[in-house]
């Protein structure tokens, strides 16, 4: 992956400067390679520019462009910063023409199949000059238009210009695993793989900080529902192309939607579901094994992580690295778990443990804060960017996760079990919803029955002030803006998974993944986002994902000869654990150091003052959110460092 940026203009520039400060502000998520091209599409004119940050092996290629120098006149001009995994000669420079220049791309991604598809592409007479992804992806424009999307496999944001129809195509993969952010403002269109590019050209007070994603992320806890923190820019539909107009209005194209029916018990067998589960799980990790730069495993001990890590050793005698982090606290660390894997694959599984301190949240928070450029929902996310960033100190250029196992296959219980118990017994399945209610390994009755009841009153009635709100303790410290509209969860089963794919939970843990991972930068891999898997999982019975007090069933049941008993079998799922309470009292001075100062109109901040020790108890991770927004406040809207100390 990389980093992509851009501008269309109703009139024609003649020099670089917006070009460049969009360049720089991505600087970090390609240091291998820079490059720029300049349109104007009614002369039908092109140029080629290099960098200070080009490869050196083709500096004779092109002229260095500079802000004190002129430019051609252009209307379209696109930049790339190239983090290379596949193909890392100066031959997978961006952006990339056709050998006879009709088409030029600026991609971030990578097409996991390319391999497959150049073959397919060779054997119609195409001929390839390198092993790049993306001369595949161009060649596969070439022959099939729009419709090569729905060939490739893998996480791309594109940028095209076509000279034949003088017109530019923005494309982004089916999950949205890469990012793509647009505006159109100052009588240009503009796109940019991050936000901070956009906001390089306007400065954050240009637009107006959007009421509803702020409502979103305090109220609900849920970030990326729609749009961004700012009114008018936008991200990019996943699973959508789309051609810009004479107007800079897009016309989007949606290519792909998960299947909307789930098939029912008696239709497909346990052993069919475990055995295509395992067969599509196994191809998916073999595909992003595929790099030219070394790979490993994140390995949290969970059951997600363990199986990918699991499922590529068994199609492969090769050994592979994995990483695993242990913490202080010995009750939510993970390592022993990560270790019964390697005790069941003796001399194949090369281990090595990260010691995090959640102290050195606030060393780096200043970086951190202003390179998420949104607030986010929890510091955990920190924590897997100490990790990644020990991963490349060891040379490593791409992490395999296990990204998306809980969204495909209902491993969010609080999530899932609730609208799963609502369906059985809207059905009359009323001994397996008993069952099911008492039986849960990680929500057991009554706790089931509550949290049923709970959110089946919530998803009908509009979203409601939290307790930690409704509390007279706390009135006062959000001042919640007007005219939000109210979200509502979906009632059944299937609807709220759908819903969690996307812009319930899986946008926001992809976004702000992804500016985490770049900004090391480290290229994380997701097997569980094949779509292939996806759309089997969407097709499977909901009653092979919740069956017998378990969640992930038929994902254990597929796993359950090639990982230990103690790992498939867990009964407490922890994922990146926080200790939000204890951090938050012993970040209490830094917090409030920050915060006192602020003039932001969503908070309060001498009755956060008031009320931090009693949210920091009761709601903390209210509290986080809250203190979240007033440091982003702080870094981003109002440009002031986070203090390191009180």
Known sequence: MCGIAGYRLKEPALDSTMLLRMDHALRHRGPDDQGFALFHTSRGKAADFLGEDSNPRISNRSPRISSSDPVPAHDLA????????VELSHLGHQPMWDSERRVCAAFNGEIYNYVELRLELECAGHRFLSRSDTEVLIAAYLRWGPEAFQRFNGPWALALYDSRVKALLLSRDRIGVSPLYHATFNNGFYWASEIKAILALSGP????????AIHDYVVLGRRDMEGTFWKGIQDFPPASFAWL?????????????LPARRQTESEISVKEAAQGLRARLADSARLRLRADAPVAF??????????????ALAESELPLKA?????QDASIDETP?????????????????????????WAEADEFIRLQEEPFLSPNLHTGRQLRRRMREDGVKAAITGAGGDELFAGYVYESLPPYLRDLLLHGRLIRFWREMTLNSEMRWPRAAVGMLADVFNAKSPARFPSWLSSWRFRGVYRPPACTKQRRKPLGFS??????????MMNYWLRSGNKSSFSIPIEPRSPFLDFRLAEYAFTLPAGFLIRDGWSKWILRQAMQDLLPHEVLWRTHKLGFPFPYRDWLQDSKVILLSNLRSLDCPYLNVSHL??????MAERHPKALWRLASLGLWWRRVIENKEIVQNG
Not at 78 to 85: E, G, L, N, P
Not at 298 to 311: K, N, Q
Not at 495 to 504: A, D, L, Q, T, V
Not at 609 to 614: I, M, Q, S, T, V
């Open 78 to 85: 696109m930049c790339h910063r190239r983090y290379s995994v």
């Open 205 to 212: 007070r240009t637009f107006p900080v959007n009421d509803q």
């Open 245 to 257: 107009s004479g107007d800079l209005t897009l016309d989007v194209h949606r290519y792909w939607k």
């Open 298 to 311: 994140e390995l949290s001990g969970g059951i997600d992580s363990s199986s990918l890590v699991a499922a």
């Open 323 to 327: 990483y695993a982090v242990k913490f």
């Open 337 to 361: 778990y990560a270790h019964k894997l390697v005790e069941r694959y003796p001399g194949r599984i090369d281990l090595k443990i990260i010691r995090i301190r959640h102290g050195d949240f």
């Open 495 to 504: 609807e709220r998974m759908m819903e969690n794919m996307g812009s319930w």
């Open 609 to 614: 003052c008031a009320a931090y020790d009693g």
